[in-house]
């Protein structure tokens, strides 16, 4: 296994951790916990909403006489604790449900909004509930954020000085959070990356544009994890694991992944970029289609539904496609807001049906 240092929180956490969103049954998240642990996983991320509300519980047990072989890593919702009371509430009542005795990690989770940052920030906040835990040997070695918002946001949050990582979306499809990357790597915080296998749409059999990512190998993972033990400013992966054989196949991406660099990752770019958009335009997000006069900026949208043709994803999950590529957007106020006047189709250099694919939203979210 390949240790990085996270941050300066003073652990070295395992480049490939476990995701603890999708565990079929506790009976499983047992075997694929203990099998990543003889692998020398280390890390493991989890949170109150997960599976059902079993995640925190599972892996406690998944853990239970292990537990120094693990840094447990739990969140916060800024929304429902927003204060110092409320978050040291919340990690009693996490901690109580897990059946644990303390926490190494703990993340403001979903952080996307200023308002929420200053807030977490400010005196009697959540910054401050988590400080006073820590005093108590509750969440021992620090308190990071997830992140879903813009770049600027991203820096405010690093120059804060308060967070030792950071975990964000990011994978070989979708890099927009490149420039958020580098700058935690260089200001010395961790980067835990979510999403490395695009929520499993990289493990899809007979995906045209992954094959060449098996490398010979049994899955995609193997390309797709590569490309981000590649990056020097990424500290570890989480994946979020359903069987245990995957965790072997993920261990497999790190054979000789140390002498990977930056040529290794843009030739991978470079591939997957003419895999997929080698039939039909695509939204490339130009962004010309920006002056809506309803207020809706369609680009965003238009993305999402290149992606939902692209990965091939079934007719049918339309409608969940739709709502989990927008989970902090009222997007069904969005796309109702739009009266299919065309204005942004004729700016679009990708001569791209836009009004077509908002009625097909539309009529996927049962917007009349
Ligand atoms: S069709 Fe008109 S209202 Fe709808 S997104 Fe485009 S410019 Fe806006
Ligand atoms: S103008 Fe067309 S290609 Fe550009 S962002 Fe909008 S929909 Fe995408």
């Avoid at 490939?16 to 990543?36: H, K, Q």
């Amino acid at each position: 296994m390949l240790y990085k240092a996270l941050g300066n929180s003073g652990v070295k956490v395992s480049a490939i951790s476990f995701g603890a969103m999708r565990w079929p049954s506790e009976e499983a998240a047992w075997r694929i916990v203990n099998r990543g642990l003889d692998l020398g996983l280390n890390y493991l991320d989890t949170s109150t909403g997960y599976v059902g509300g079993n995640s925190e519980k599972w892996s406690a047990a998944a853990v239970r006489g292990r537990r120094g072989e693990i840094y447990f890593s739990d969140k916060g919702n800024w929304d429902l604790a927003p204060t110092a009371d409320a978050v040291r509430a919340a990690i009693d009542k996490s901690l109580k449900a897990a059946g644990l005795e303390y926490l190494d990690f703990y993340q403001l989770w979903g952080l996307h909004r200023q308002e929420t940052l200053k807030a977490a920030l400010a005196k009697g906040g959540f910054v401050e509930g988590v400080r006073q835990a820590r005093k108590e040997g509750l969440v021992r070695h620090g308190l990071g954020f997830t992140f879903h918002g813009e770049h600027e946001l991203f820096r405010q949050a690093v120059d804060s000085g308060e967070f030792c990582c950071a975990t964000v979306s990011y994978n070989l499809m979708n890099r927009q959070a490149e420039e958020d990357i580098q700058y935690a790597a260089a200001k010395g915080v961790g980067v835990i990356i979510m999403n490395p296998l695009a929520g499993g749409l990289l493990g899809l059999a007979g995906d045209k544009a992954v094959d060449f990512l098996c490398q010979g190998h049994s899955g995609p993972w193997y390309g797709a994890l590569r490309f981000l033990l590649a990056n020097a400013g990424i500290t570890a992966s989480i994946v979020g694991f359903t069987a245990e054989a995957e965790v072997d196949q993920a261990v497999s991406a790190l054979e000789g992944s140390q002498s990977l660099g930056d040529d290794y990752r843009a030739g991978l770019v470079d591939q997957i970029d003419r895999a997929r958009f080698v039939e039909g335009n695509f939204c490339t997000g130009c962004g010309y289609c920006k002056d809506c006069p309803q207020g809706f900026i369609p680009s965003a949208f238009m993305k999402a539904m290149r992606d939902f043709t692209v990965y091939g994803v079934r007719a049918e999950d339309l409608r969940h496609w739709i709502l989990s590529q927008f989970p902090h957007q009222d997007i069904y106020a969005d796309l109702a807001r739009c009266c299919e006047c065309g204005q942004c189709q004729d700016k679009c250099p990708q001569h791209l049906a836009i009004v077509e694919s908002i009625r097909k939203g539309k009529d996927a979210l049962g917007i009349k």
